[in-house]
């Protein structure tokens, strides 16, 4: 016998990392939500590797904290090691990674989710939703109890229908060795929702005892640490070492010898692997002519003796696992503490949904995270704070909340999961933004500070060192260009030991920095009155200074995409009656029904010049 538990502005089934930034944002922005757990353990909680961050994915760390998410806050309170990648490369590209406290960053949400007034935090598995007559959402529970809320949004991760693989055999689960969540889906099914089954792994945790770290490279991280909030003022420290090692011709015989045991290979998984994160088994195949492939060995904790193999992961049987394990330099005595497996899981299809990740037929339903056919915890978190934001403002009648590609890596992410689809789970990296100068992770705050001050996830005292560090970046600039250095020895000298050529007149500052061997650091003993302002605002100014030209150009693609964005699409059209477009734009322009020509243009299969037919059209209708 079903009863009436409690009624609510906005429900959010799952609460991993999409399901936490929708709860806390839509708690915060005044709406009585609810947070439903399978497992009140495992709250936030790391089922692969114990990182926050990575190339890209630390841009979209940086811009959940500019927004006023809590990822970033919790990834700087948990860090046991953090480092600055791709350091050697431009500024578009660096991306922070911190290794976590799986454990402690687990803990620190699961308080957070508690403390946050507005927030119910409740450990019950949803079996079903449906929709009332008076449009409103039903969440039922298995022990047959009903939340009703004007907004559901769902963050399932890898729990809906999920089945775990370990060589022949497998079994219903959830990640950990958690329940998953095997009637849902019938639910969705029933609203209509297209889903598909997609596969992820994990590789083994071992005992780090048994590792002879003596064989390995050392990873040490950077000083100093760089945090991921704007809100971290005194970083932490580094308190663990990760390390290095490398497969080998043994690893990979021992592999091709059983790689027919493989469910991946033998047909067992139905569901699709992603495509930028293969099984090692996977990589051994595709990459057959590759001698070797890397594999970090991380600390899960700081109170665990679990060490994570990345790079490793596999759903070959456990024997075999324990076989070619042993293989690589430095493991031959390796104890395996969990095997690695393979997991399959159902999600939806997001060509269903708006930039708001709102579904297109279900007004008040959203979804976040891998249950919308992305995968990390970053891309997860990133959808779940959007969500929240936009479930938050639909049941307060305020507009809705969209980020596109020239705002954000997360506006990237959602535009293309909602036009270009997925068929593997989707990984956020630098080259899927082609506006990637202007999206960098240094200036994550400059772009969506204020963004998440207008819909009021930022304090005010957030808000004043934000302004702050603007005025002092807009002084620093003016300083640069009106500052004068003369041409005396001890300038050349440094001009000159730099690889760059002398000065035979004053020379502007910012002329100086604009040369690639120079920059603030190196020029700072001829700069007497610098400032004593924080690096980041000298870092900020001293990029865009450097890229000025690039950046320009960019903001110009930028303006004409925004002027196709304006270019509105009704809903209602029939593509198939538009003379002109291509059959095959006609079925994916039906399929996705994009809100404007700039979307309609991203759209896989619709080319320039159903573009031109569209735009046409679009111009004789407004001349109707």
């Known amino acids: 016998m079903n009863y009436h538990a409690g009624t609510y502005d906005v429900i959010?089934?799952?609460?991993?990392?999409?399901?936490?930034?929708?709860?806390?944002?839509?708690?915060?922005?005044?709406?009585?939500?609810?947070?439903?757990?399978?497992?009140?353990?495992?709250?936030?909680?790391?089922?692969?590797?114990?990182?926050?961050?990575?190339?890209?994915?630390g841009h979209l760390v940086r811009e959940i904290d500019a927004l006023g998410g809590e990822m970033g806050r919790t990834a700087d309170a948990s860090f046991i090691q953090s480092r600055m990648l791709n350091l050697g490369?431009?500024?578009?590209?660096?991306?922070?990674?911190?290794?976590?406290?799986?454990?402690?960053?687990?803990?620190?949400?699961?308080?957070?989710?508690?403390?946050?007034?507005?927030?119910?935090?409740?450990?019950?598995?949803?079996?079903?939703?449906?929709?009332?007559?008076?449009?409103?959402?039903?969440?039922?529970?298995q022990m047959n109890a009903v939340y009703q809320a004007k907004s559901v949004i769902i963050a399932t991760g890898t729990f809906l229908g999920g089945r775990i693989y370990v060589g022949d055999v497998n079994y219903e689960s959830g990640p950990d060795g958690?329940?998953?969540?095997?009637?849902?889906?019938?639910?969705?099914?029933?609203?209509?929702?297209?889903?598909?089954?997609?596969?992820?792994?994990?590789?083994?945790?071992?005992?780090?005892?048994?590792?002879?770290?003596?064989?390995?490279?050392?990873?040490?991280?950077?000083?100093?640490?760089?945090?991921?909030?704007?809100?971290?003022?005194?970083?932490?420290?580094?308190?663990?070492?990760?390390?290095?090692?490398?497969?080998?011709?043994?690893?990979?015989?021992?592999?091709?010898?059983?790689?027919?045991?493989?469910?991946?290979?033998?047909?067992?998984?139905?569901?699709?692997?992603?495509?930028?994160?293969?099984?090692?088994?996977d990589k051994i195949v595709r990459f057959a002519d590759k001698e070797r492939h890397q594999v970090f060995i991380e600390p899960c904790g700081l109170d665990t003796e679990e060490m994570y193999l990345q790079g490793m992961s596999s759903s070959l049987p456990e024997e075999v696992q324990v076989a070619f394990y042993r293989t690589v330099k430095g493991m031959e005595h390796v104890q395996i503490m969990r095997?690695?497996?393979?997991?399959?899981?159902?999600?939806?299809?997001?060509?269903?949904?708006?930039?708001?990740?709102?579904?297109?037929?279900?007004?008040?339903?959203?979804?976040?995270?891998?249950?919308?056919?992305?995968?990390?915890?970053?891309?997860?978190?990133?959808?779940?704070?959007?969500?929240?934001?936009?479930?938050?403002?639909?049941?307060?009648?305020?507009?809705?909340?969209?980020?596109?590609?020239?705002?954000?890596?997360?506006?990237?992410?959602?535009?293309?999961?909602?036009?270009?689809?997925?068929?593997?789970?989707?990984?956020?990296?630098t080259s899927r933004s082609e506006y990637?100068?202007?999206?960098?992770?240094?200036?994550?705050?400059?772009?969506?500070?204020?963004?998440?001050?207008?819909?009021?996830?930022i304090s005010d005292e957030r808000w004043r060192r934000f302004t702050e560090k603007q005025r002092q970046k807009e002084l620093e600039y003016m300083r640069a260009k009106k500052t004068v250095i003369p041409p005396t020895e001890s300038v050349n000298n440094i001009l000159v030991a730099r690889g760059t050529t002398m000065i035979q007149t004053g020379t502007r500052l910012i002329e100086l920095i604009r040369r690639p061997q120079l920059n603030y650091e190196v020029l700072a003993p001829i700069d007497p009155n610098r400032p004593q302002y924080d690096k980041a605002v000298f870092e900020g100014v001293q990029i865009e200074i450097k890229y000025e030209g690039y950046i320009k150009r960019q903001k110009a693609d930028i303006d004409e995409m925004r002027r196709l964005e304006k270019k509105m699409l009704p809903q209602?059209?029939?593509?198939?009656?538009?003379?002109?477009?291509?059959?095959?734009?006609?079925?994916?322009?039906?399929?996705?029904?994009?809100?404007?020509?700039?979307?309609?243009?991203?759209?896989?299969?619709?080319?320039?010049?159903?573009?031109?037919?569209?735009?046409?059209w679009l111009s004789k209708c407004s001349h109707a």
Request: charged share 25%; aromatic share 6%.
């Open 89 to 141: 490369k431009g500024p578009a590209v660096h991306s922070l990674r911190a290794q976590i406290d799986r454990r402690e960053y687990s803990k620190i949400m699961k308080h957070k989710l508690e403390l946050q007034e507005n927030l119910h935090l409740k450990q019950a598995e949803i079996i079903s939703i449906a929709k009332t007559k008076d449009h409103i959402w039903q969440a039922i529970t």
């Open 178 to 281: 958690l329940f998953p969540a095997n009637k849902l889906s019938k639910s969705l099914k029933e609203l209509g929702l297209r889903l598909r089954r997609f596969k992820t792994g994990t590789p083994a945790r071992v005992l780090r005892s048994s590792i002879d770290f003596t064989e390995l490279e050392v990873q040490y991280g950077d000083e100093p640490v760089v945090p991921f909030s704007y809100d971290t003022l005194v970083p932490g420290k580094n308190q663990v070492c990760c390390h290095v090692a490398w497969t080998n011709e043994k690893t990979k015989q021992v592999i091709l010898d059983n790689i027919y045991r493989s469910p991946m290979y033998s047909g067992e998984i139905e569901g699709v692997g992603p495509r930028y994160c293969p099984s090692l088994e």
């Open 339 to 429: 095997c690695a497996y393979a997991i399959e899981y159902d999600c939806v299809d997001p060509l269903q949904m708006k930039a708001t990740l709102e579904f297109k037929d279900h007004c008040g339903l959203y979804g976040a995270g891998q249950f919308n056919g992305s995968s990390g915890y970053e891309e997860a978190a990133a959808q779940g704070l959007v969500a929240g934001i936009n479930a938050a403002r639909q049941v307060q009648g305020k507009a809705p909340f969209i980020l596109d590609r020239a705002s954000s890596y997360i506006g990237t992410l959602i535009d293309d999961l909602i036009t270009k689809g997925v068929t593997d789970p989707y990984r956020m990296m």
């Open 572 to 616: 209602n059209i029939d593509y198939r009656t538009l003379l002109g477009l291509r059959k095959e734009a006609q079925e994916k322009l039906d399929q996705v029904k994009p809100s404007n020509i700039g979307q309609a243009s991203r759209i896989s299969g619709v080319s320039p010049a159903d573009i031109s037919v569209l735009l046409i």
């Open 436 to 457: 990637r100068l202007v999206l960098r992770q240094d200036n994550a705050d400059e772009r969506l500070t204020p963004m998440g001050r207008d819909i009021g996830l």
């Open 12 to 57: 959010v089934i799952g609460a991993g990392h999409a399901g936490i930034e929708a709860a806390l944002a839509s708690a915060r922005l005044g709406c009585k939500t609810a947070i439903f757990t399978i497992n009140m353990d495992a709250v936030g909680n790391c089922p692969c590797n114990p990182s926050i961050g990575g190339t890209a994915k």
